[in-house]
């Protein structure tokens, strides 16, 4: 299974525009740009759909796991926060916390903290962090 989405930037990078699309339609030409990223500005910006991402991958692989021992939950709520730090010159992501609500009938806290600790590991996203990235160019003339 693959999926894609594609973005798009005109200018330099404080006064330029871009728009991200994704293959469902979801996104058409949403925009984004410096003021969005690093500031406060209509559109959505990088760090903002990996929070996205992150937070719906988790709460399905923990929903998943939920299932699997047994302990079907009645609702899973995940906010995740993701930081992007200035180090040294250089913007990278420091950390991502992910907040769960969640109602599990049965279950106790300690069950739900090593049940939602697997799934953090399992989740697709989760395990994305350390992935290897490959990168094609093509410079058109």
Not at 38 to 48: A, K, V, Y
Not at 55 to 63: E, I, P, Q, V, Y
Not at 89 to 118: C, M, Q, Y
Request: charged letters at 20%; one cysteine or more; hydrophobic letters at 40%.
């Amino acid at each position: 299974m693959k999926r894609t989405a594609s973005a798009a930037w005109r200018g330099g990078l404080q006064k330029g525009t871009g728009h991200i699309s994704t293959q469902s339609g979801l996104l058409n030409k949403a925009p984004y740009g410096f003021k969005e990223r690093f500031e406060e500005g209509p559109g959505t910006n990088p760090e903002e759909l990996i929070a996205a991402a992150h937070a719906g991958c988790f709460s399905m692989a923990l929903a998943a796991q939920l299932e699997k021992e047994k302990m079907p939950a009645d609702h899973l709520a995940t906010a995740a926060t993701v930081t992007l730090a200035n180090e040294g010159g250089n913007f990278s992501i420091t950390s991502i916390h992910l907040d769960l609500v969640a109602k599990v009938p049965g279950a106790d806290t300690a069950a739900l903290e090593r049940v939602a600790n697997i799934a953090k590991l399992e989740c697709p996203v989760s395990k994305l962090m350390n992935a290897r990235i490959t990168l094609s160019v093509k410079l058109e003339t």
